[in-house]
């Protein structure tokens, strides 16, 4: 699992603690296992809880939006090098075309001139026999 993951992860969750931990202690102060039922204590507890749920949730949205600006600056990095990979791959692809056209330009050009040699040479050959038998 990878760091980006994990933070994904836990702020998935990290919102929860806080407001479990409000309606806990909502729960206990309204059950009279507070230790106290003194409403000014329930209230501030309430608050408190309220409090740290608000913070827990602003937390998490920290943690998620951070998540979100990383993301999506790995897939502008990614498109960049895929663009760039692309590119190098053009090129190389580009400069072996030419290789390869400059090769077969040359093996035609050999073959030209080892076509003309044997005409020619076939040309004294037949201008030999000519003369040979007086034509």
């Known amino acids: 699992m990878s760091a980006r993951e994990s933070r994904w992860g836990k702020a ?4 929860q603690l806080p407001l479990i931990a409000a309606i806990g202690i909502a729960a206990l102060t309204a059950s009279g296992c507070g230790g106290s039922s003194n409403e000014n204590s329930v209230s501030s507890a309430i608050e408190k809880g309220a409090e740290e749920a608000k913070k827990g949730i ?11 600006k990383e993301a999506e600056e790995a897939t502008k990095e990614g498109v960049e ?4 990979d692309a590119q190098g791959g053009v ?3 580009k400069t072996q075309a ?4 400059e090769k077969a330009k040359k093996e035609a050009q050999q073959g030209i ?5 044997e005409a ?5 050959e037949a201008e030999k026999q ?3 038998y007086g034509y």
């Open 12 to 15: 998935g969750r990290a919102w």
């Open 58 to 68: 602003e937390t998490a949205k920290e943690e998620v939006n951070k998540g979100f």
């Open 81 to 84: 090098k895929g663009k760039n």
């Open 91 to 93: 090129e190389k692809g």
């Open 98 to 101: 030419q290789k390869a056209i």
């Open 113 to 117: 001139e080892k076509g003309k040699a």
């Open 120 to 124: 020619e040479r076939g040309i004294q």
């Open 130 to 132: 000519a003369q040979k």
